[in-house]
């Protein structure tokens, strides 16, 4: 079986609204610093993209969680591959995901964050397909909701290709 992937989201259009996020956080965080997570892998390009455009101090840390094996629907089991390098305690917490499916993912991981005693935790996704939703998650800041299509790009893999794609699309089973 061979793929075909077809343009959802054009480069130009994926930054303008990073941009417009950051824009966002930058007003919200005024005077703060933020200490942002990101999770691995998928949410590297867009963590990226999105710190260079924050004006107010960063620090950066990097976990990886799992929920999906080589394929494209959730097991529903999450697991810590990697934890994060520093503590949490009294910073002003910023996740960062690329993608919020089931909610399943990210209300692990919230709620583990949270024991952790962060002064504050927010949630930053680049895309969000409420319609697959199955667990509730709180986003505070998402570029873009989307059909419940799987996507790649920009981060996101379809067994672990893809990443690099400039924009985001949809692949196509042919
Ligand atoms: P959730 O726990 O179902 O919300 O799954 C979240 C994770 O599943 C994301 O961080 C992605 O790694 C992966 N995922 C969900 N939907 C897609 C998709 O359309 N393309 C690629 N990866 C996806
Ligand atoms: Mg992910």
Do not use: W
């Not at 910023?94 to 709620?111: A, N, P």
């Not at 504050?120 to 409420?130: G, Y």
């Amino acid at each position: 079986m061979s793929e075909k992937i077809r343009v959802l989201i054009s480069e130009e259009k994926v930054e303008q609204r990073i941009q417009e996020i950051a824009d966002e956080i930058n007003r919200d965080y005024a005077g703060r610093e933020i200490h942002m997570i990101c999770v691995l892998k998928g949410a590297v390009f867009f963590m990226c993209e999105l710190s260079k455009r924050i004006t107010v101090p960063v620090s950066l840390d990097f976990m990886s969680v799992s929920s999906y094996g080589d394929d494209t629907k959730s097991s529903g089991v999450v697991k810590i591959i990697k934890d994060l390098d520093q503590p949490l305690e009294g910073k002003d917490v910023l996740v960062v995901e690329d993608i919020i499916d089931s909610g399943r993912t990210l209300s692990y991981l919230l709620r583990i964050l949270k024991e952790r005693h962060p002064y504050s935790i927010r949630l930053c996704t680049l895309l969000d397909k409420p319609d697959r939703r199955v667990t509730a998650v709180d986003v505070d800041y998402s570029c873009f909701q989307i059909p419940d299509e799987f996507v790649v790009g920009y981060g996101l893999d379809y067994m672990q290709k893809y990443r690099n794609l400039p924009y985001i699309g949809v692949v196509e089973f042919e």
